[in-house]
């Protein structure tokens, strides 16, 4: 009989008083974890990192592989769970051990405790993190078919900290103590291709020629003679950049930041967009625009390089913006326009951080945050691997977000029989018909019931 001091009163509208009670172990509220586990043994992903991580442990006295806490980590994540507090909550979950490879009824192979995953963090050593991330970057490549152009995104991006880690500093851009991570993006797929993690005391460029320089010579190494453009807001603006692009044969479109010699150079640009704004022939959204191209040297550079400029203004006066590139046979808006499209990127900002709580670095040694970030990379990937499967399901592009809510979160009972496993879920669940039509898909041939 139930213990009555486990039930707790549920509010309700009807006569009859109804109570609750956490008492089946069974049950779970993550049943779609298992299209995760899918799409990563399509992507070999986790296999192939595991064996990079350090583990100094006795083998005799070993319970949890570090796949199966790599797994375990990254699943956890995808489903929600942005750090290790919920493990040793989480760890006898159906569905997570079922995803990670576990027998989901016998308590003896339940998951990792929070202490083992907090641990297991903070084992990861400098050399094992780059070949992680050098074997993350070659998995993204390894599934990439060739493209015409290879357009590549980069962005740096703010993970506030709220403790004392390791190498977090005050930031006054962003008026905070925190992280400044660098972000790479395959443009053309929304991929996540680096993820590096810097001390938030660093300029928007810091390091950012060097992992360009990584990932061209990682793609042209696959692909010899690979057409490569480069895309990035003004914090890139560096002449370092420029001239190595154009010795290494790559475009590039780089915001460039506003000064008294552009705004001159430019002066006849705004004066137009001033007079399409009085005359009333504007944009939709009440702008006068207009475009222009110049050649321009600033102090620091050896030569001039074209720059696109273009003016607006409204009711809230004028706004001028330029870029530097050097594309040929582009008009100016067509050109600034492209640039634009960079804003794009944010969006996968918003995959990693707002649906997968990438900025959730609060392990104490940076070391250990800049492993977390590459977790959080993965489970984007692995993200955007089932985004894709719902896209040609669908022909609808859901965030990450309305990944979990509508295909991880989901509430089911696990039934155990002789010959198989029964997962049983709510005949209510509005995306029911969706949920059967990606599990189908994603098995990898059809089981007699």
């Not at 996540?192 to 660093?202: C, D, F, K």
């Amino acid at each position: 009989m139930q213990d009555p001091t486990t039930l707790f009163p549920v509010p309700t509208p009807i006569g009859k008083k109804v109570f609750a009670a956490f008492d089946t172990g069974e049950l779970t509220t993550d049943s779609g974890i298992a299209f995760i586990r899918s799409v990563d043994d399509q992507l070999g992903l986790t296999a192939s990192l595991a064996p990079l991580l350090p583990d100094p442990r006795n083998p005799l006295l070993v319970h949890h592989q570090h796949l199966d806490l790599l797994r375990q980590r990254i699943y956890s994540i995808v489903a929600g769970y942005e750090d290790t507090n919920d493990a040793t909550k989480l760890r006898s979950d159906p569905a997570l051990k079922l995803a990670a490879g576990r027998t989901p009824f016998d308590s003896r192979s339940d998951l990792a405790s929070q202490p083992s995953l907090c641990r297991f963090e903070h084992r990861i050593t400098a050399q094992s993190l780059s070949l992680m991330q050098m074997t993350y970057f070659e998995n993204w490549l390894a599934h990439r078919a060739r493209p015409k152009k290879m357009l590549l995104d980069m962005d740096s991006t703010w993970d506030e900290t709220h403790g004392a880690q390791q190498l977090t500093f005050f930031n006054g851009h962003y008026d905070s103590y925190g992280y400044h991570p660098l972000l790479v993006f395959d443009a053309k797929t929304s991929d996540l291709i680096v993820a590096h993690l810097r001390p938030g005391n660093v300029g928007a460029a810091v390091g950012a020629l060097a992992l360009l320089e990584g990932v061209v010579e990682g793609i042209r190494a696959k692909w010899p003679g690979q057409p490569i453009l480069f895309r990035a807001d003004g914090g890139f603006a560096t002449p370092e950049i420029y001239e190595w692009c154009e010795a290494n044969a790559v475009e590039y479109v780089i915001g460039l930041p506003i000064n008294k010699a552009l705004e001159r150079l430019s002066a006849d640009c705004l004066t137009v967009a001033t007079a399409k704004f009085v005359a009333g022939r504007h944009t939709p959204g009440g702008l006068g625009k207009a475009f222009k191209e110049f050649q321009y040297r600033a102090e620091s550079w050896k030569k001039e390089r074209r720059v696109v400029a273009k003016a607006e203004y409204g009711g809230l006066g004028a706004n001028q913006r330029y870029v530097v590139t050097n594309l040929r046979g582009s008009t100016p808006r067509k050109t600034y326009e492209f640039y634009c499209e960079r804003g794009q990127s944010e969006n996968m900002i918003k995959n990693l951080k707002n649906a997968l709580f990438a900025d959730r670095l609060s392990c104490s040694e940076f070391q250990a945050n800049a492993f977390r970030l590459l977790l959080h990379a993965v489970a984007y990937r692995l993200c955007l691997a089932l985004a894709r499967v719902v896209e040609k399901l669908t022909g609808e592009i859901w965030q990450f977000d309305t990944i979990r809510l509508r295909l991880i979160k989901v509430t089911g009972r696990f039934v155990e029989q002789s010959r198989r496993i029964l997962l049983h879920l709510p005949a209510a669940f509005p995306f029911a018909k969706l949920w059967a039509r990606v599990s189908v898909n994603l098995s990898p041939q059809p089981q007699a019931p």
